[in-house]
Every structure is written in structure tokens, then in C-alpha cells.
């Protein structure tokens, strides 16, 4: 895994880790937090979300956690599968905004 | 599918020529937003609609760059006289307008529509 709060451009596992990608966010105001995945040449996939009101949600084989003190969202990963290759996009967003804002990209390679 | 798609997914162009590209929502969904992604970054909110209504643009959309929803469902985009600078991937994306606020709805995007500008 990667230090709290460093976000990383590009993370290399192994089939069958886990893997956590980290974002920072910017807007205290910001109240709803996705994460998108992202294939090659493919507009990004909605994976999971959370709203500022909770600090953890659980999908399947993903896990978002949420630290509004210092303003961080990572993504959690269990078992980390070739087909899990991608860039990875946290996104912000606020109620009284419409525009989703989004952070920098992690690029996730898993190898066999 | 049921999913938000885009027409046409790529196109190449001459610089100084208009193009146009279309949007169709996931069925009932009443919000449609535009992005543009350039290599190596995230999207970028340009506009959105909520039905036929153009509610906000992004400064990054300049007067070259008009959208329209005239019934509410499909969307599209054009870019009169473009740049090479224009060259990106533009996206959109449809929420379903249940919330109060578009800022608490998910957003799902479609593959998009590649352009580039020579």
C-alpha cells in the first residue's frame, strides 16, 4: 500500500494482492465521492461511491474509505485480477454543484 | 444496452471544418452532461442539461462550441471552424434528475467520441 494522502500515477501488483489507490480531494464542500474506472479507449465505468456522511462502503472486491479530516479517498481492491488493469479516477462533487471534478488518474497494472 | 451511447466514436477532421456529435442518455434520464478528456487526464466538465434546458457552461466551452437536447433525450454537440487544440475525447453522461441536486447523483458515462484535428 501507498502513505496516506500520496497519490501515486501508476501502481504495479501482482495477481491476487490487494491494491489501494489513494486521491485527494481539494473542496471541503464536497459531499459525494466516486471512483471511476477507466480502459483504453473506453469512457470510465462507474465502480463505487460514497456520500460524506459515512466513512466506509464495501462493493464487491472493492472497499472506498473516506477521511474528510484530511480531505482523502482511497480505493481498496481485494484480489486484484488482470482485468482490474486500468486507470483509476476518483471524482468529487458537491449539492449545490453539478460538475463532477475529477483527480488525478492512477494507473493500475496487474501482472500474472 | 442501456447504456448512455455516443455517435460516432471517432472522427478525423481538417482543421477549420464544423463536426457534430451525438449523445443518447440512458432511457429516462433527465440530466445529460458534456466532458472533454485529453491524453493523460481526467474529463472536464464543458455543459449540461436538465431535459431540453442548457442549465450550465463551463468556461472551457468557447464560442465555437454549441449544445443542444431540443425533446430532452438525445444531445448534441457541435464544434464550428476546429483546432488542432481541439483535438480530445468528449464524453457524455446522463444521471437520472431524481435528486434535488445533480451534485448527489451518478454520473455513467458513455464510450465517447475520439476527435482528432489535423
Known amino acids: 500500500g501507498e502513505s496516506v494522502g500520496l497519490h501515486l500515477p501508476t501502481l504495479s501488483v501482482q495477481e491476487g494482492d490487494n491494491s489501494i489507490i489513494n486521491c485527494a480531494y481539494s473542496n471541503s464542500a464536497s459531499d459525494y465521492f466516486i471512483w471511476y474506472k477507466q480502459e483504453s479507449g473506453k469512457g470510465p465505468q462507474f465502480i463505487i461511491d460514497?456520500?460524506?456522511?459515512?466513512d466506509k462502503r464495501q462493493g464487491q472486491r472493492v472497499t472506498v474509505l473516506l477521511n474528510k479530516t484530511v480531505k482523502h479517498l482511497s480505493l481498496q481492491i481485494a484480489a486484484t485480477q488482470p482485468g482490474d488493469s486500468a486507470v483509476y479516477f476518483c471524482?468529487?462533487?458537491?449539492?449545490?454543484?453539478?460538475?463532477?471534478?475529477f483527480g488525478k488518474g492512477t494507473t493500475l497494472s496487474v501482472s500474472s | 444496452d442501456t447504456g448512455v451511447s455516443q455517435d460516432p466514436r471517432h472522427k478525423i477532421t481538417k482543421r477549420g471544418q464544423n463536426v457534430t456529435f451525438r449523445c443518447d442518455p440512458i432511457?429516462?434520464?433527465?440530466?445529460l452532461y458534456w466532458y472533454r478528456q485529453t491524453l493523460g487526464q481526467g474529463p472536464e466538465f464543458l455543459t449540461y442539461?436538465?431535459?431540453?434546458?442548457?442549465?450550465?457552461k463551463s468556461r472551457l466551452l468557447s464560442d465555437r462550441f454549441s449544445a443542444e437536447r431540443p425533446k430532452g433525450s438525445f444531445s448534441t454537440l457541435e464544434i464550428q471552424r476546429t483546432e488542432q487544440g481541439d483535438s480530445a475525447m468528449y464524453l457524455c453522461?446522463?444521471?437520472?434528475?431524481?435528486?434535488?441536486?445533480?451534485?448527489?447523483?451518478?454520473?455513467?458515462f458513455g464510450p465517447g467520441t475520439r476527435l482528432l484535428v489535423l
Open positions: 460514497i456520500r460524506s456522511n459515512m
Open positions: 442539461f436538465q431535459n431540453e434546458a442548457q442549465l450550465e
Open positions: 432511457s429516462e434520464h433527465n440530466r
Open positions: 471524482a468529487e462533487s458537491h449539492q449545490a454543484g453539478t460538475a463532477l471534478i
Open positions: 453522461a446522463s444521471s437520472s434528475g431524481t435528486s434535488g441536486s445533480s451534485g448527489q447523483e451518478t454520473q455513467y
